[in-house]
């Protein structure tokens, strides 16, 4: 049962980091291994594109070429991953021959000012050209963040390569990683084993450190906040005479679960694409168990049976 879902965004509006956005929800009814096997699978199994093959034509900066394409690989990539296929060898990936079905060719090409001493690289240098049956993806393919820095010249210094971005998956490099941060949390359940009332509810008011109780009008202690507490068991120190009643544990079946996006995706697509491809591998788990012929022994067979 997933729940509670919020995206709260953090890109500009009409930019292509309009996709920077952060969703959080709530899945219950799982266990702690499927939650993490749900983490893994929105962290590493989501495809995206990102720079992989570098042609440096030249290079006068202090950058070296190894460093240089290391950060270029690291430069968030939109676009439209499912209309390209994975590269599976290094056919269609010759600068010479190169494949439009499986590579988007990009150039870099700088100089640095006679009129500064030092003139910065940007990613929004990086320009998207088109190979011939992509005019169609002017203007949804580009850099996600325009300000990364890349490298920097002196004066009459130059760079120009060309380089081609691959579809990939994070588990193969973090380059291909579509979230930025992914992580979960058990759902903090907080009550009492007995009514907190009177002076006691006021200590516990005042103890926790986090506000998370407060004093209803017939004078009883409540959780008015349970998602704010941090667990830091201050409520619980034997030195308050309230210590017994109250009662903080985590839920092993409740998840907090949230994602922030590195601009390839929105969150929310992240999640929906990854909760797809975990459906599609519990479907392949379901018909490998099914075509799979279990070998018994005599008594295990007889056993089986009688069960």
Not at 18 to 37: K, L
Not at 226 to 231: F, G, I, L
Not at 249 to 262: D, G, N, Q
């Amino acid at each position: 049962i997933v729940s509670n879902v919020k995206v709260i965004p953090s890109g500009e509006a009409g930019t292509s980091t309009a996709m920077v956005d952060t969703v959080t929800f709530d899945v219950e009814n799982i266990t702690p291994p499927i939650a993490n096997t749900l983490r893994r699978v929105l962290m590493t199994e989501v495809p995206t594109m990102a720079i992989d093959r570098v042609l440096l034509i030249e290079n006068e900066g202090v950058v070296l070429d190894e460093v240089l394409s290391h950060r270029l690989g690291l430069v968030p990539i939109f676009a439209p991953v499912d209309s390209f296929a994975y590269v599976t060898s290094d056919a269609g990936c010759d600068f010479n021959l190169p494949d439009a079905t499986k590579v988007l060719q990009f150039e870099l090409k700088v100089a640095g000012s006679k009129d500064q001493p030092i003139t910065p690289v940007y990613s929004s240098d990086l320009k998207f050209l088109p190979l011939p049956g992509q005019e169609e993806l002017v203007g949804k393919v580009g850099v996600v963040h325009e300000d990364i820095l890349l490298a920097k010249l002196g004066c009459g210094q130059r760079i120009e390569l060309r380089c081609f971005a691959l579809k990939g998956l994070g588990q193969s490099h973090a380059k291909w990683a579509p979230s930025a941060a992914c992580f979960y949390d058990m759902k903090t359940q907080v009550g009492f084993n007995r009514p907190v009332t009177g002076d006691e509810a006021q200590q516990l008011k005042k103890a926790c450190p986090m506000k998370v109780f407060d004093i209803e009008d017939t004078g009883a202690a409540f959780a008015k906040k349970p998602a704010k507490c941090t667990v830091c068991r201050e409520c619980l120190r034997t030195d308050y005479s309230f210590s017994d009643a109250v009662k903080v544990e985590k839920l092993p079946t409740h998840f907090h679960f949230t994602v922030e996006s590195t601009g390839q995706y929105h969150a929310v697509d992240i999640v929906r694409v990854g909760l797809k491809i975990f459906a599609e591998r519990c479907r392949a788990l379901k018909d490998t168990v099914l075509m799979t012929n279990v070998q018994v022994s005599g008594q295990q067979a007889v056993a089986a049976s009688e069960n």
